[in-house]
């Protein structure tokens, strides 16, 4: 159920890219950190590559989070 969740998150995100040039790079951020968090919840890599890619998607959210300017 969480691949499926992640899949459309990274479906949505990708679908932001490129159509909205005053957050282009903190959409492009939140699509790379689809795809980490996916590499994150696949269960047949081995733990301390899930691991790495888990970290991986918590940074970039929080660099697109902190790039975001406030409404």
Known sequence: ELTAD????ARVTSG???RDSTLDSQWNLVQSAAVALDAC???TR???DRTVSC????????AAD???PPP
């Open 41 to 43: 919840a696949d269960c």
């Open 55 to 62: 970290a991986r998607a918590i940074e970039l959210v929080d």
């Open 16 to 18: 932001c890219v490129a």
């Open 66 to 68: 902190k790039a975001t």
């Open 6 to 9: 992640v899949d459309l998150l």
């Open 46 to 48: 081995p733990r301390a």
